[in-house]
């Protein structure tokens, strides 16, 4: 909060309430994200394409979170036309909002596709997030077993960048491999997790991306 009030230059003011905003939502606090991701959102319209992107697709989580799915669509769509070189990528924030209203087909098709993308970007965090966000639209869509093999390779994946389980993102802050865990049993769901924890580091999007339904590395 102090840092944001010292902050006079509108680029790293927006950054810095973008990212007050993130903390806001992983602490279950949605309607100060939502007055944060607004601002934002105002100041990168005079900030060029890049900025005005990233600001619409933070703002459109945000109003993901808070159930305001029509309205995070529509900032989405406007995301899409203010960078539409392939600098962001608008698939993770279109499978939550596919997830969110509980399309489970649909968000594993965009994480895939997201996944993919941050293959090719080696963009390790954004593979991890992906990971976790395909196994809970898995879970979701009864594949319980498929579920648990990515939820394993996505905890190798945070290992391996010495990061923290605790720091995945889960729709509505319930992670839903646990449902599928329940279903499948102790035993089976431990070995399911084990073969994802398994998987070659190089090899995981490819597995996760047969997991999803047979997608490859390159396929649009």
């Known amino acids: ?21 993130l903390m806001y939502i992983q602490a279950g606090q949605v309607e100060p994200a939502l007055v944060d991701n607004e601002r934002a ?18 703002e459109g989580q945000t109003r993901i979170e808070a159930g305001q799915l029509d309205r995070a669509a529509a900032l989405l769509d406007e995301a899409k036309q203010a960078c539409a070189d392939g600098h962001f ?6 499978g939550d909002l596919a997830l969110r209203r509980r399309q489970p087909q649909q968000a594993i098709h965009h994480y ?23 196994a ?14 990515v939820a394993g390779m996505a905890a190798a994946q945070i290992g391996d960048i010495g990061g923290s389980e605790q720091s995945a993102w889960h729709i509505d802050r319930r992670d ?16 399911a997790r084990r073969r994802g924890r398994e998987v070659d580091p190089g ?18």
């Not at 990528?89 to 279109?94: A, I, K, L, R, Y």
């Not at 839903?176 to 070995?191: K, P, Y």
């Not at 996760?208 to 490859?216: P, Q, S």
């Open 203 to 220: 090899y995981r999007v490819t597995r996760a991306c047969e997991l999803a339904g047979g997608r490859h590395p390159g396929e649009p």
């Open 112 to 134: 895939a596709l997201s996944l993919l993308w941050g293959q090719e970007r080696v963009h390790y965090m954004q593979v991890f997030n992906d990971l976790v966000a395909l």
């Open 136 to 149: 809970d639209a898995l879970a979701m869509n009864g594949d319980d077993v498929e579920a648990l093999e």
């Open 41 to 58: 959102t105002v100041l990168a319209r005079d900030l060029g394409p890049d900025a005005l992107s990233a600001a619409l697709l933070f």
């Open 89 to 94: 990528s608008t698939h993770t924030f279109e």
């Open 176 to 191: 839903l491999t646990l449902e599928s865990e329940e279903r499948l049993g102790a035993a089976a769901a431990a070995e």
């Open 1 to 21: 909060n102090e840092a944001v009030a010292l902050l006079t230059e509108s680029d790293c003011f927006a950054v810095a309430l973008i990212t007050r905003a």
